[in-house]
C-alpha cells in the first residue's frame, strides 16, 4: 500500500507542484483537526457560551441588587436645604427662623447611600431560571449534534479524497493501455492491417480518456480544498490519504435500536421544555410578588465623610392586577410555542424512525451493489483480455476493443463508487444511532 501511495505521489506531484505541496494524512488525523479546529464548531461553542450567559443572568431572581452611590451637591433650595441639615445632624434652633427658612444660603451636602433589593417570592422568574437551564441544555445538545454532524461530513470527504486518487488511478492506467492501443494502430496502420478510420478511434478514445484525467484532477483539488476547510487548514496542499478505499463492513444488528436520546432529538425536547416553562411562567405571572429592600445613607457637608448616618428597610408585596390584556396576549403566545414545539419534536422524532430504516435500507443496497459491481468488473476484465488477444491476431475490430477497454475502466470506477457509497451508508448509520 505504501508504494502505491509513493506511486501516486511521483505522478500527482508535478501536475501542481508549482503552487501547491502533498500532504499525506490518516483519517484519524482528519478527524481529530476538525474536532479541535473547524470554525463551525467554535461557532456553536460561542452558542453554548451564550446560553450559559442568558442562564447567569437569571440568579438575579435568587440572588440580591446591591448598589453604591455618593452624591454630591450645593443648593439654596429651602426644602433641600431643610433636609440637608436634618440629614447631617447639624439643625438647631437659630435655623427655625423665618428668613433663614426662606433664604437659607448656599448648602453643602454629600451623601453616601448603599441600597439593596432582595427577592422573596417571585414564582414567574423561577420558571423563566428552569426555561433557561433547558435552553442550556438545549444548546449543548445542539453543539454535540454539530460536532458528530462535521464528523460525518469529515469522514464522508475523507472518502471522496480516497475515491478521487482511485480514480486517476483507474483513468492513468487506462490512458497507458491508450498509448499502447495507439502505438500498435499506427503500427498496424502502416502495414495496411488497419484503416485510417480504426487509428482515429483510438486517438478519440485516447483524447477522451485525458480529458477525464483532467477532470479527476481537477476534482481531486477541490475534495483537498474542501477538507482543508474543514480541519481550518491552508488550501494550497493537496491530500494524500494514508489508507486506501477499502470496504469497512458493519453488522446492521449492532444499529439496529432508535434513541431518543441522539444529541438532535434530546436538543428539541430541551427546547420543548423550555417553551413549557416560559408558558408556565407566564401563567404564574398572575401571582403577586414579594421583595425585601433596604437603604443605609451617610451624610456630611464634607466629601467622604458621613458624620450622620440613616437607615430604612422594609418589604413590597405587589400584584399587578391588570395590565389592559398584555398578560392574556403573552400567555396565549408562549401556549402556542410550546404546542408548536411539541408538535415539532413529535414529527422530527417519527422522521428519524422513518431516516433510520432508509438508512439500513442502503446498507442492504450498497452490500448488493457492491457484490454486482465486483463481478462486472472481472466479467469486463476477462472480455478485454479475450477481445485484446484476439485484436492482436488480426481477429477483433478496433471498435470493439476500445469498447471493451472502455467498459472495463467504467467499470472499475463504477465499483469505487460503490465501494464509496457502501462505506458512507454505513457511517450514516453509525451517525444516526449514535
Known amino acids: 500500500m505504501r508504494l502505491f501511495l509513493f506511486l501516486i505521489v511521483l505522478w500527482i506531484a508535478p501536475f501542481n507542484a508549482e503552487a501547491q505541496q502533498t500532504f499525506p494524512i490518516s483519517k484519524e488525523e482528519v478527524l481529530v483537526k476538525v474536532q479541535a479546529q473547524n470554525g463551525s464548531i467554535k461557532i456553536s461553542e460561542q452558542t453554548v457560551l451564550e446560553a450559559k450567559g442568558d442562564y447567569r443572568q437569571t440568579n438575579a431572581v435568587l440572588l440580591p441588587n446591591i448598589s453604591v452611590a455618593h452624591t454630591a451637591f450645593s443648593t439654596n433650595n429651602p426644602v433641600f436645604a431643610f433636609g440637608s441639615k436634618l440629614n447631617q445632624g447639624v439643625f438647631s434652633e437659630a435655623d427655625f427662623d423665618v428668613t433663614k427658612l426662606n433664604n437659607p444660603g448656599s448648602i453643602e451636602n454629600f451623601t453616601t447611600s448603599i441600597q439593596f433589593e432582595q427577592p422573596l417570592i417571585n414564582v414567574d422568574g423561577f420558571y423563566q431560571r428552569r426555561a433557561a437551564k433547558m435552553k442550556l441544555q438545549a444548546s449543548e445538545y445542539q453543539s454535540n449534534y454539530q460536532k458528530n454532524e462535521l464528523q460525518l461530513e469529515a469522514e464522508k470527504t475523507y472518502m471522496m479524497l480516497q475515491l478521487s486518487y482511485k480514480a486517476i488511478a483507474v483513468l492513468e492506467k487506462a490512458k497507458t493501455t491508450a498509448l499502447e492501443n495507439q502505438k500498435m494502430a499506427q503500427r498496424y496502420f502502416k502495414q495496411g492491417m488497419l484503416l485510417q478510420a480504426d487509428v482515429l478511434d483510438v486517438e478519440v478514445r485516447l483524447n477522451q480518456i485525458e480529458n477525464q484525467l483532467d477532470n479527476a484532477k481537477s476534482n481531486l483539488k477541490n475534495v483537498s480544498d474542501y477538507l482543508n476547510f474543514l480541519m481550518n487548514e491552508p488550501e494550497d496542499r493537496i491530500l494524500i490519504p494514508n489508507d486506501e478505499l477499502d470496504i469497512t463492513p458493519v453488522s446492521l444488528s449492532d444499529f439496529d435500536t432508535f434513541s431518543n436520546d441522539r444529541p438532535d432529538i434530546k436538543a428539541l425536547e430541551m427546547a420543548t421544555i423550555a417553551y413549557k416553562k416560559m408558558n408556565q411562567s407566564d401563567k404564574m405571572s ?77 446498507v442492504n443496497d450498497a452490500q448488493n451493489k457492491l457484490q454486482r459491481a465486483q463481478t462486472a468488473v472481472n466479467q469486463a476484465e476477462e472480455a478485454l483480455r479475450i477481445r485484446s488477444d484476439r485484436f492482436r491476431e488480426g481477429l477483433e475490430k478496433t471498435t470493439d476493443v476500445l469498447q471493451s477497454e472502455s467498459q472495463y475502466a467504467q467499470k472499475q470506477l463504477e465499483y469505487y463508487q460503490t465501494v464509496y457509497e457502501y462505506n458512507f451508508a454505513c457511517a450514516y448509520l453509525k451517525f444516526l444511532t449514535k
Open 286 to 362: 398572575f401571582l403577586p410578588t414579594l421583595n425585601a429592600f433596604g437603604n443605609y445613607e451617610l451624610f456630611d457637608n464634607q466629601l467622604f465623610q458621613g458624620a450622620s448616618n440613616s437607615y430604612f428597610v422594609g418589604a413590597q408585596l405587589k400584584w399587578d392586577i391588570l395590565q389592559g390584556t398584555k398578560r392574556f396576549g403573552k400567555l396565549q403566545k408562549s401556549k402556542a410555542e410550546y404546542d408548536k414545539s411539541a408538535l415539532q419534536y413529535e414529527q422530527y422524532v417519527a422522521k428519524s424512525r422513518i431516516e433510520l430504516n432508509r438508512a439500513k435500507r442502503a
